[in-house]
């Protein structure tokens, strides 16, 4: 059964102090792992796939970064509108479609 | 529209009665995904559909719940004798069909059950 953990369940940043997030998973065989951001009364909005170890993906502030068992999403310089929940997800290669996420970190950026 | 559209946005209903819930997924897309979202938690699958066939529901956490996507576009999800436990957020995505790309999330249908 895949699974994936997130860590930490909550982080608070101050302005331009720059941290990463954690993703471990399980799973049988990696299709691809999935970074989605989360703002309150919204659906998941897709930020980065990652298809195989070694690889890196950058928008803006953010950079997703993959290990054969955890990724990081890499937050530099943060500003107040980072301020949100990040989900991880994992999907396996097994053939299933279906995306199996972590919790989440809610992230809050203060001014 | 550009993304996925669900309705209704909110959704309250008394313990025993059936409620149906509605996704428009984005043009074209040959996937559409249902999951469950709990308080706190990250989504949870449901149910997979490519063009109007169903080829996994074995997220469904019951025979309660019902699924169909009848011309492959809209999808309708169905809960029947409705419960407490089935109070959540309902998310629907769709996809272009491609095995790994990413799935396309509407923003919800917020169920409560009294």
């Known amino acids: 059964e895949d699974q994936v953990t997130q860590s930490p369940e909550a982080l608070r940043l101050q302005e331009g102090e720059s941290s990463s997030l954690n993703c471990s998973y399980t799973?049988?065989?990696?299709?691809?792992l999935f970074w989605y951001r989360q703002d309150p009364g919204k659906g998941p909005e897709f930020l980065f796939t990652?298809?195989?170890a070694g690889e890196e993906k950058e928008k803006e502030r953010l950079k997703a970064t993959l290990t054969k068992k955890e990724s990081f999403l890499h937050i530099t310089a943060p500003k107040p509108e980072d301020s949100a929940t990040y989900l991880c997800a994992v999907q396996d290669a097994a053939g299933r479609r279906a995306l199996t996420f972590g919790s989440g970190t809610r992230l809050q950026v203060q001014p | 529209g550009a993304g996925v559209s669900q309705s209704p946005r909110y959704k309250v209903a008394k313990r025993g009665q059936d409620v149906a819930l509605r996704c428009d997924p984005i043009s074209g897309h040959v996937s559409l995904f249902w999951y469950q979202q709990a308080l706190g938690q990250g989504p949870e699958f449901l149910t997979y559909?490519?063009?109007?066939?169903?080829?996994?529901k074995s997220g469904l956490p019951s025979d309660r719940f019902f699924a169909e996507r009848p011309e492959g576009s809209v999808s309708t999800l169905k809960i029947q004798r409705t419960q407490q436990e089935d109070s959540a957020v309902y998310l629907c995505a769709s996809g272009d069909g491609g095995g790994n790309q990413p799935q396309h999330f509407g923003d919800g249908t917020r169920l409560s059950i009294l």
């Open positions: 559909f490519q063009n109007e066939a169903q080829l996994d």
């Open positions: 990652l298809y195989s």
């Open positions: 799973v049988s065989g990696l299709r691809g």
